[in-house]
């Protein structure tokens, strides 16, 4: 499967984003698909994921309750809506996608097979 992220931005302190992750192929409600995000020296680190087909939602402490994941299975795409952003969520947002057997949501980035190419979220403050 392919990714294409997309949506990133530069945005105050407080404002909102949303990241779009399109996939291709016919097998997208086959994946767990996650939310990533890499800031310029750190490791890429875990944002938030979700089910196959959207039942269950899992996210970082550092965003929960300001980000909500979602999916579309029809349009091949899973979102990061984002809320009440803060100068510390400036980073590369990447999408992956985890085809688990299992179906649950994992947060290392090793269990993801495929990864789009990453959209840049700047939040000043």
């Known amino acids: 499967v392919q990714l294409q992220a997309s949506g990133g931005g530069l945005v105050q302190a407080g404002g909102s984003l949303r990241l779009s992750c399109v996939a291709s192929?016919?097998?997208?409600?086959?994946?767990?698909m996650g939310w990533f995000r890499q800031a310029p020296g750190k490791e890429r680190e875990f944002v938030a994921g979700?089910?196959?087909?959207?039942?269950?939602?899992y996210y970082a402490d550092s965003v929960k309750g300001r980000f909500t994941i979602s999916r579309d299975n029809a349009k091949n795409t899973v979102y990061l809506q984002m809320s009440s952003l803060k100068p510390e969520d400036t980073a590369v947002y990447y999408c992956?996608?985890?085809?688990?057997?299992?179906?649950?949501?994992?947060?290392?980035?090793?269990?993801?097979?495929?990864w789009g190419q990453g959209t840049q979220v700047t939040v000043s403050s």
């Open positions: 992956a996608a985890d085809q688990t057997v299992y179906g649950y949501i994992r947060s290392s980035p090793s269990e993801y097979e495929y």
């Open positions: 192929g016919r097998t997208f409600s086959m994946y767990v």
């Open positions: 979700i089910s196959r087909r959207g039942v269950s939602t």
